[in-house]
């Protein structure tokens, strides 16, 4: 099966500067990467998503970078604002049966 | 407005007792899945299910059941076999085959 890590498990950064999320994943079939905004006891939202046709991503403030070489991917946000602060998880599937696979979060805090 | 619909938002369980978790969702996919999500961990895959009247274990699929008699509807029972209900419990549903899930905004359930 597929194996997604995420790295770092908790991220604080100051208001205005930049966050950057990685994952990788195990299984050269995935083809399809979504990201996930999750705030307090509410459930996932998705934010951004790439394919494996394409090497980067992006949406205003909000981008994603895909190497399928090295089988990783990431979540970049500039300018950081305090309503960013939640916690991000990566997600990797394939098209054949179309289950998910998530990293175990990021919790992002930015300070004001 | 589309969206998935879970009930109820919070619910105890007693010693020995089966309950049931509504997911309702009225976006006219086909594929509905249940994840299982701990603190500090990603979220783990209980069931899923493509079509109307067919479903598949996931990763963590003992001590739960569930049913889609309707497009619409995929309950999850957790039954008394599972001896460590206490988590937060997410519905997502999607278009097959590579398409982003849709969450709802979770059950949590604990134990009295």
């Known amino acids: 099966g597929e194996n997604v890590e995420q790295h770092p498990s908790t991220l604080s950064v100051q208001e205005g500067d930049s966050a950057v999320i990685k994952c990788t994943y195990s299984?050269?079939?995935?083809?399809?990467f979504p990201w996930y905004k999750q705030e307090l006891g509410k459930g996932p939202q998705l934010i951004i998503d790439i394919r494996s046709n394409v090497g980067e991503k992006k949406d205003q403030r909000i981008a994603v970078t895909l190497n399928k070489t090295a089988k990783h991917f990431s979540l970049h946000i500039t300018e950081t604002q305090p309503e960013d602060s939640a916690v991000y998880f990566c997600?990797?599937?394939?098209?054949?049966?179309?289950?998910?696979?998530f990293g175990t979060g990021t919790s992002l805090t930015v300070i004001p | 407005d589309g969206g998935i619909t879970q009930s109820p938002k919070y619910l105890f369980r007693k010693e020995g007792q089966n309950v049931t978790l509504s997911c309702e969702q009225n976006?006219?996919?086909?594929?509905m899945y249940w994840y299982r999500q701990d603190p500090g961990q990603g979220l783990r895959l209980i069931y899923y299910s493509q079509i109307v009247n067919d479903f598949q274990k996931g990763d963590i699929a003992e001590g739960y059941s569930v049913s889609r008699e309707k497009k619409e509807s995929f309950p999850l029972t957790v039954t008394s076999a599972q001896k460590n209900p206490t988590a937060f419990y997410l519905c997502?549903?999607?278009?097959?085959?590579?398409?982003?899930?849709?969450f709802g905004d979770g059950t949590r359930l604990s134990i009295l």
């Open positions: 997502a549903s999607s278009i097959p085959a590579g398409q982003p899930q849709h």
């Open positions: 997600a990797a599937s394939k098209r054949r049966g179309n289950q998910f696979y």
């Open positions: 976006l006219n996919h086909d594929a």
């Open positions: 299984d050269s079939a995935s083809n399809y």
